[in-house]
Nanobody
């Protein structure tokens, strides 16, 4: 059974940083890409960042370099370092796993999400 468990969310002030973690278990093969998405209540889930099994990274254009995705293969964990946070970054952040790790929502597995709240 595949499980993706996010952690690291919380409430911060504008300009602060947070690092989200996503621990993956049960993936049969190691060649899965991982992605981060976010969703605000009443809006569509949107792509934030992804990293392929080979380590290639992709980001949403709107982030302007504030976020960094990385992964620790030994720990089966993917991270999202979020810097210079803004109130518009407030959302539930989801981790996902897929062999292609594209910018679309077509991922095989999803975590339950972790709330990030940025206040001004």
């Amino acid at each position: 059974q595949v499980q993706l468990v996010e952690s690291g969310g919380g409430s911060v002030q504008t300009g602060d940083s947070l690092r989200l973690s996503c621990a993956a278990s049960g993936l049969r093969d190691s060649d899965y890409g991982m992605g981060w998405f976010r969703q605000v209540a009443g809006k569509e889930r949107e792509f934030v960042a992804s990293i392929t099994w080979a380590g290639t990274t992709y980001y949403a254009d709107s982030l302007n370099g504030r976020f960094t995705i990385s992964r620790d293969y030994a720990k089966n964990t993917v991270y999202l370092q979020m810097n210079s946070l803004k109130p518009e970054d407030t959302a539930v952040y989801y981790c996902a796993a897929d062999r292609l790790a594209t910018k679309t929502l077509h991922y095989d597995y999803w975590g339950q999400g972790t709330q990030v709240t940025v206040s001004s």
